[in-house]
């Protein structure tokens, strides 16, 4: 059994930040990607980033891109998304996804190639 477990949510004021942690355990759990979706109230899940240990890169989503930042470490099935200049548009329902298989560039930002997914953790950014 593999589990995700998310931490690091809260409330924030615009301009802040927040750092979120995300752990992956399983008995022989080994992670090709681990990243992080988002879902507001009402919209779609969107894809905020991943690393990418298949291919060695780090991706991000459009809306993301200079102002959130993802650091991972495999051997220990850990992903954190340090969320910087934050906007009320960031408010969601960030949740860790990982994937036991290997990701491509076109894979990597569809949600249903993640195999894995945490509970989520509330991020609210206040005005």
């Known amino acids: 059994q593999v589990q995700l477990v998310e931490s690091g949510g809260g409330l924030v004021q615009v301009g802040g930040s927040l750092r979120l942690s995300c752990a992956a355990s399983?008995?022989?759990?080994?992670?090709?990607?681990m990243g992080w979706f988002r879902r507001a109230p009402g919209k779609e899940r969107e894809f905020v980033g991943t690393m990418n240990w298949s291919d060695g890169r780090t991706y991000y989503g459009d809306s993301v891109k200079g102002r959130f930042t993802i650091a991972g470490d495999k051997a220990k099935n850990m992903v954190y998304l340090q969320m910087n200049s934050l906007k009320p548009e960031d408010t969601a329902v960030y949740s860790c996804?990982?994937?036991?298989?290997?990701?491509?560039?076109?894979?990597?930002?569809?949600?249903?190639?993640?195999?894995?997914w945490g509970q989520g953790t509330q991020v609210t950014v206040s005005s």
């Open positions: 996804a990982a994937s036991g298989g290997r990701l491509t560039e076109r894979t990597v930002p569809r949600w249903g190639a993640y195999g894995y």
């Open positions: 399983g008995r022989t759990f080994s992670s090709y990607a």
